[in-house]
C-alpha cells in the first residue's frame, strides 16, 4: 500500500517570518495520520528542518541538480539538501519544465541525482490545457512517465505528482472522473515498468489548485494517496485543512 501524503510546495515564496507556520502545523498535528511534507525555498530549508526537528513534518527542496557539484552558478546538489535536512526533491515541477527547460531526460536525471543522494525523488508531470483539449492527456503522461523516472526505483525512494498544468495556481480543478482517469493510468503504467509490489507502493498525489474545500473529494479517488499543494501550503490553517482530510481518507 502507498504512503499517504500531504506535500507542500511554497514555490518562490517565505522568508524567516513564515517559519510561524511550522510552529502552527507541528502544534496542530503531533501525530498526524498521513506523512507530512513541506518543500520551502532553498533559503529556507535549513531553518525550517531545524524548526521541524525529528518531528512529524518532514522537508525537502524544489529542485535539484543532476550532478554532485561543481561550477553550476545558482543550483543545489542532492548533497546540499541533505545537508540542509531535507529529505525530499520535487523534480520536474511544471514551472521548472517551462521556466528552465527541463525535459524528460532532464528531469530524470535530476531524479536519478536525487536518489543517489539518499532523497526521495517526488516526480511532477501533466499537461497544458492545449494537450487535453486535443486529446492527448494519457499519451503525453506515459510518455513523461517513461523519460522522467530512472530505472531501481521502490516506494521508498519515489512519489509521482500529476498536475495538470492548467490546474495550477487557476482554482480550476479537472473532474474527478479526469483526476480517476489519469491516477488509475499511472498506477497501471509503473506495474508495468516496475512490477506489481513496487508499482502498488509509489505514492501518487494529485497537485494544482488543492484546498481545504476540494480536499475530501479528491482523496476518495482510489490511485490518489495525497496532494502536492502549492498556495493552500503556506497558511497552517488551509493546510492543516487538507492534512486533516487526507489522515481521515
Ligand atoms: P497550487 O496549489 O497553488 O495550484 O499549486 C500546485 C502546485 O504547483 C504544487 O506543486
Known amino acids: ?99 528552465h527547460g527541463e525535459t524528460d531526460a532532464i528531469v530524470c536525471a535530476k531524479a536519478e541525482a536525487a536518489l543517489a543522494g539518499g532523497l526521495i525523488a517526488v516526480v511532477c508531470i501533466g499537461e497544458t490545457e492545449a494537450q487535453r483539449d486535443a486529446g492527448e492527456t494519457l499519451d503525453l503522461i506515459g510518455t513523461q512517465l517513461a523519460g522522467s523516472i530512472p530505472e531501481g526505483v521502490t516506494g521508498d525512494t519515489l512519489v509521482v505528482a500529476y498536475e495538470p498544468v492548467w490546474a495550477i495556481g487557476t482554482g480550476r480543478i479537472p473532474t474527478i472522473e479526469q483526476i480517476t482517469e489519469v491516477h488509475d493510468f499511472i498506477r497501471t503504467r509503473l506495474i508495468e515498468r516496475f512490477g506489481a509490489e513496487v508499482g502498488a507502493a509509489v505514492s501518487l498525489l494529485y497537485g494544482g489548485s488543492v484546498k481545504p474545500s476540494n480536499a475530501t473529494e479528491i482523496f476518495a479517488v482510489e490511485n490518489v494517496d495525497g496532494a502536492l499543494v502549492g498556495g493552500a501550503s503556506l497558511k497552517a490553517s488551509d493546510f492543516g485543512a487538507i492534512i486533516d482530510a487526507l489522515q481521515k481518507a
Not at 511550522?22 to 520551502?40: E, N, S, Y
Not at 525550517?48 to 535539484?64: E, F, K, V, Y
Request: aromatic share 4%.
Open 1 to 99: 500500500m502507498a504512503q499517504k501524503l500531504a506535500a507542500g510546495n511554497w514555490k518562490m515564496n517565505g522568508t524567516e517570518a513564515s517559519l510561524a507556520e511550522i510552529d502552527a502545523m507541528i502544534a496542530a498535528f503531533p501525530a498526524p495520520g498521513c506523512k507530512v511534507l513541506i518543500c520551502p525555498p532553498a533559503t529556507l530549508l535549513e531553518r525550517l528542518s531545524r524548526r521541524a526537528g525529528n518531528g512529524p513534518i518532514a522537508t525537502g527542496s524544489q529542485d535539484c541538480h543532476m550532478k554532485a557539484s561543481g561550477a553550476h552558478t545558482g543550483d543545489i546538489s542532492a548533497e546540499m539538501i541533505k545537508d540542509a535536512g531535507g529529505s525530499y526533491a520535487i523534480v520536474g515541477h511544471s514551472e521548472r519544465r517551462t521556466d
